[in-house]
């Protein structure tokens, strides 16, 4: 008889693929070393001793006298390699009979069940190789359990399922854990954020610092209000006759205007400037520029004038015409008529 079993291993293991990590020979005559093995009960064979059986035991008929194995099943167990015994004791158990035996220079010993499932990731299975119940992040597919992938969840049926709209990572169709960019975690739902708010390290809406239009963080401006421009992160309120480009930074209106949107877009004009598409020009001589910043006459008499600061509806002379002189507000004629 020979120490080794490879032989016997190689016959048990014949036929099967079971994608674990089973080893598939004992080769080793290492005392005190475990082998995991893939072994079908039976009754063939023959077999000595009662666990430690000898070496050249048949593996499938001592696991169902050990009682690990039924006749028929397949399953991986422990086998440890013992030293050789003076005498092997006979026994009958689970309807197998060992036999008896004398001296032997090595044994070996079926110590338990090396795996409930071969499966990675598999919580319950059905058989060995078939798997019923994954763990959490993994989906059954033909009875083994992958990867469901990111922003997934596996659902009670062991089946991947996607997260809600706005989740990136979740438990189930109602417990989110992580959100996208723009959406916050509140009770376990990803609601958007909504404009001028961020997401903080925790995924709750925070809102933006004031003069902001979108951000990632307190300090982290991205645009800015039209009044506002952008520097270093932070929007800083513009200056009178300024503008927001597309860039948030703060930009001179174009010459004449008081206020504007662009380079295009004059909302109101300085004093000698009139609105016309968006841009303000010089008015002409004795014109002044009203309340809605358009052109207009200066009164009879006026060479030039100006709108009320304080009622925008009055228009007041500064100079006059030649054959008028200034009179308070008002430009008067100097004939006079002698009836």
Same mark, same amino acid.
């Given at each position: 008889?020979?120490?080794?079993?490879?032989?016997?291993?190689?016959?048990?293991?014949? !036929?099967?693929?079971?994608?674990?990590?089973?080893?598939?020979?004992?080769?080793?005559?290492?005392?005190?070393?475990?082998?995991?093995?893939?072994?079908?009960?039976?009754?063939?064979?023959?077999?000595?001793?009662?666990?430690?059986?000898?070496?050249?035991?048949?593996?499938?008929?001592?696991?169902?006298?050990?009682?690990?194995?039924?006749?028929?099943?397949?399953?991986?167990?422990?086998?440890?390699?013992?030293?050789?015994?003076?005498?092997? =004791?006979?026994?009958?158990?689970?309807?197998?009979?060992?036999?008896?035996? !004398?001296?032997?220079?090595?044994?070996?010993?079926?110590?338990?069940?090396?795996?409930?499932?071969?499966?990675?990731?598999?919580?319950?299975?059905?058989?060995?190789?078939?798997?019923?119940?994954?763990?959490?992040?993994?989906?059954?597919?033909?009875?083994?359990?992958?990867?469901?992938?990111?922003?997934?969840?596996?659902?009670?049926?062991?089946?991947?399922?996607?997260?809600?709209? !706005?989740?990136?990572?979740?438990? #189930? #169709?109602?417990?989110?854990?992580?959100?996208?960019? =723009?959406?916050?975690?509140?009770?376990?739902?990803?609601?958007?954020?909504?404009?001028?708010?961020?997401?903080?390290?925790?995924?709750?809406?925070?809102?933006?610092?004031?003069?902001?239009?979108?951000?990632?963080?307190? =300090?982290?401006?991205?645009?800015?209000?039209?009044?506002?421009?952008?520097?270093?992160?932070?929007?800083?309120?513009?200056?009178?006759?300024?503008?927001?480009?597309?860039?948030?930074?703060?930009?001179?209106?174009?010459?004449?205007?008081?206020?504007?949107?662009?380079?295009?877009?004059?909302?109101?004009?300085?004093?000698?400037?009139?609105?016309?598409? !968006?841009?303000?020009?010089?008015?002409?001589?004795?014109?002044?520029?009203?309340?809605?910043?358009?052109?207009?006459?200066?009164?009879?008499?006026?060479?030039?004038?100006?709108?009320?600061?304080?009622?925008?509806?009055?228009?007041?002379?500064?100079?006059?015409?030649?054959?008028?002189?200034?009179?308070?507000?008002?430009?008067?004629?100097?004939?006079?008529?002698?009836?």
């Amino acid at each position: 008889m020979q120490m080794k079993l490879t032989f016997l291993l190689s016959l048990l293991l014949f !036929g099967y693929s079971w994608g674990c990590n089973i080893e598939t020979s004992w080769n080793t005559n290492s005392v005190g070393q475990a082998h995991c093995l893939v072994i079908t009960g039976g009754t063939s064979g023959s077999v000595w001793g009662n666990n430690p059986y000898t070496s050249d035991s048949t593996l499938g008929r001592a696991a169902v006298h050990s009682g690990y194995l039924t006749i028929g099943q397949t399953g991986p167990l422990w086998i440890t390699e013992r030293a050789g015994q003076s005498s092997y =004791t006979a026994s009958t158990q689970n309807g197998i009979t060992t036999s008896s035996y !004398g001296s032997w220079s090595y044994s070996y010993e079926i110590t338990g069940s090396c795996s409930s499932c071969c499966s990675a990731h598999c919580l319950v299975c059905t058989t060995y190789t078939t798997c019923q119940t994954c763990a959490d992040t993994y989906g059954l597919s033909g009875g083994v359990c992958i990867s469901c992938g990111a922003g997934k969840y596996t659902d009670p049926s062991s089946i991947c399922q996607t997260c809600p709209s !706005g989740c990136t990572s979740c438990t #189930s #169709s109602t417990s989110c854990q992580s959100c996208l960019a =723009t959406y916050g975690l509140s009770g376990g739902v990803c609601i958007p954020c909504g404009a001028g708010k961020y997401i903080d390290s925790s995924s709750i809406c925070q809102t933006c610092p004031n003069g902001c239009t979108s951000c990632t963080s307190s =300090t982290s401006c991205q645009s800015c209000l039209a009044t506002y421009g952008l520097s270093r992160g932070v929007c800083i309120p513009c200056g009178a006759g300024e503008y927001t480009d597309s860039s948030s930074i703060c930009q001179i209106c174009p010459n004449g205007c008081t206020s504007c949107t662009s380079t295009t877009n004059c909302q109101s004009c300085a004093s000698t400037y009139g609105l016309v598409g !968006g841009i303000c020009i010089s008015c002409g001589t004795g014109e002044y520029t009203d309340s809605s910043s358009m052109c207009e006459a200066c009164p009879d008499g006026c060479a030039t004038c100006k709108t009320s600061q304080q009622i925008s509806t009055k228009v007041l002379c500064q100079t006059c015409l030649s054959g008028f002189e200034l009179s308070g507000d008002n430009c008067e004629s100097k004939i006079f008529v002698i009836y």
